[in-house]
Each structure stands twice: as structure tokens, then as C-alpha cells.
């Protein structure tokens, strides 16, 4: 797939972009709003654009019509915490191909992804069910076992620090923050510092904004 991604969190965003770089795919564009995407469409051939529902300023669907007029050949897939009916029926009849949840591990938004590419309209059934119906993850779940060691490593990786950064702002030698990291991801039940990230920012575990934990 050619993928453009729209979302305020570069984290996030330049997280995810490298997730699907890994599968295979090429991501043609990252967009930090609906603003800067519109460019980003008109100038590089994409199959597919996952865009989040909610800017500080604004909503994706209001800004569907002015994205889809930049590349009618795109399918549009809104990345949304809970789906309300309204808002379903207004993103179909906009055009929106399909809605993930941005609970979801990173392999789930790519199924996603991919079925929308494929042709299919997929409105992910995680985001249609109310806030508190949703089972907690499995990253928050084990959060409440990392020491505070480990919680440290978590938000400065969300903030974007490598390995080398963190060891000399903790103190450590990279062995020993290599170690740290390796056992935040264990923990995590994910196998990539991307993915740490991703789950970090996507269930609340940190704030990718000011780089604090949040649990």
C-alpha cells in the first residue's frame, strides 16, 4: 500500500509511519493536519490516507470534503477512540471508506488499512463500543508492573529520546538502559520501541504532548 498519515501526535504519527515501513508498505506523506495534508494529497500518489477525527481546531469529516477533492482516488480511514452513530453516518456519507480504533495495536490498524484498500468499506466494531465497555489493553494492564526505573525510559522514548539520550539524561551506562528498554517492552508485550510508543500513546500511558505518565 501507498499510505499518507494525518495525525497531530507526530509522535504517533512518525511512529506509526515506520510500523508500516517494516510491513512492507511505503508511506508517501505524514501530515500533521488536515491543513498540511491537502498538499501532501495533490502531490503524491497514495492508495489509502489514515487520518485521527479530532484537531485542536477542527474534525477530519469537516475537512473531508476539501481532502477528498485533493485526491479522489484515495480511500480515507478515520482513526477514532469511540465511534458515535452520528459521526459514523456523516463519514460514510462524506465519502470515509473506513473507521479504525485508535486503541488498537498497530498490526489491527493495518488490517484495517488493508481491507480498505482492497475495496471493502470497514467500520471496526472496538470503536462503536462505548468508552467504558472496552476491555483495558494488554498494555495497561501491564503497565502497573513497570518500576519507576522503566516508566522513566517509557516517557522518554515517547518523547522521542534514543537509547544513547536516555542513558546519558538517566545517568546510566546504554547497557544498562538498553536493558531497561528491552524490559519495558516485555512488559509491554511489544517487540519494537516503535510499538512501545504507539501503545504508550494510543491507551494513555503517557503524554506524547509533555512526555508524562500519565497511569
Given at each position: 500500500?501507498?499510505?499518507?498519515?494525518c495525525?497531530?501526535?507526530?509522535?504517533?504519527?512518525?511512529?506509526?509511519?515506520?510500523?508500516?515501513?517494516?510491513?512492507?508498505?511505503?508511506?508517501?506523506?505524514?501530515?500533521?493536519?488536515?491543513?498540511?495534508?491537502?498538499?501532501v494529497?495533490?502531490?503524491?500518489?497514495?492508495?489509502?490516507?489514515?487520518?485521527?477525527?479530532?484537531?485542536?481546531?477542527c474534525?477530519?469529516?469537516?475537512?473531508?470534503p476539501?481532502?477528498?477533492?485533493?485526491?479522489?482516488?484515495v480511500?480515507?480511514?478515520v482513526?477514532?477512540?469511540?465511534?458515535?452513530?452520528?459521526?459514523?453516518?456523516?463519514?460514510?456519507?462524506?465519502?470515509?471508506?473506513?473507521?479504525?480504533?485508535?486503541?488498537?495495536?498497530?498490526?489491527?490498524?493495518?488490517?484495517?488499512?488493508?481491507?480498505?484498500?482492497?475495496?471493502?468499506?470497514?467500520?471496526d466494531?472496538?470503536?462503536?463500543?462505548?468508552?467504558?465497555?472496552?476491555?483495558?489493553?494488554?498494555?495497561?494492564?501491564?503497565?502497573?508492573?513497570?518500576?519507576?526505573?522503566?516508566?522513566?525510559?517509557?516517557?522518554?522514548?515517547?518523547?522521542?529520546?534514543?537509547?544513547?539520550?536516555?542513558?546519558?539524561?538517566?545517568?546510566?551506562?546504554?547497557?544498562?538502559?538498553?536493558?531497561?528498554?528491552?524490559?519495558?517492552?516485555?512488559k509491554?508485550?511489544?517487540?519494537?520501541?516503535?510499538?512501545?510508543?504507539?501503545?504508550?500513546?494510543?491507551?494513555?500511558?503517557?503524554?506524547?504532548?509533555?512526555?508524562?505518565?500519565?497511569?
Amino acid at each position: 500500500m501507498r499510505v499518507i498519515l494525518c495525525d497531530d501526535h507526530a509522535v504517533f504519527a512518525d511512529s506509526l509511519s515506520l510500523v508500516l515501513t517494516d510491513a512492507g508498505h511505503i508511506v508517501v506523506g505524514v501530515a500533521y493536519s488536515p491543513q498540511d495534508a491537502v498538499p501532501v494529497l495533490r502531490g503524491r500518489p497514495a492508495d489509502v490516507c489514515l487520518i485521527d477525527l479530532h484537531f485542536p481546531a477542527c474534525t477530519a469529516l469537516e475537512w473531508m470534503p476539501r481532502l477528498r477533492a485533493a485526491a479522489p482516488s484515495v480511500a480515507f480511514v478515520v482513526l477514532t477512540g469511540y465511534l458515535e452513530q452520528p459521526v459514523l453516518e456523516a463519514g460514510l456519507a462524506a465519502g470515509v471508506r473506513g473507521f479504525a480504533h485508535k486503541g488498537q495495536q498497530a498490526g489491527d490498524i493495518l488490517a484495517v488499512l488493508r481491507r480498505v484498500a482492497d475495496g471493502e468499506v470497514v467500520v471496526d466494531q472496538a470503536a462503536r463500543r462505548g468508552p467504558g465497555a472496552r476491555p483495558r489493553s494488554q498494555a495497561q494492564k501491564f503497565a502497573q508492573f513497570l518500576t519507576p526505573r522503566e516508566r522513566e525510559v517509557l516517557t522518554r522514548l515517547a518523547r522521542g529520546e534514543s537509547t544513547q539520550a536516555l542513558a546519558k539524561a538517566m545517568g546510566v551506562t546504554r547497557s544498562t538502559a538498553r536493558s531497561h528498554v528491552q524490559s519495558v517492552l516485555s512488559k509491554l508485550g511489544v517487540h519494537s520501541q516503535r510499538e512501545a510508543v504507539i501503545e504508550a500513546a494510543r491507551h494513555g500511558l503517557v503524554s506524547v504532548e509533555t512526555g508524562e505518565w500519565l497511569c
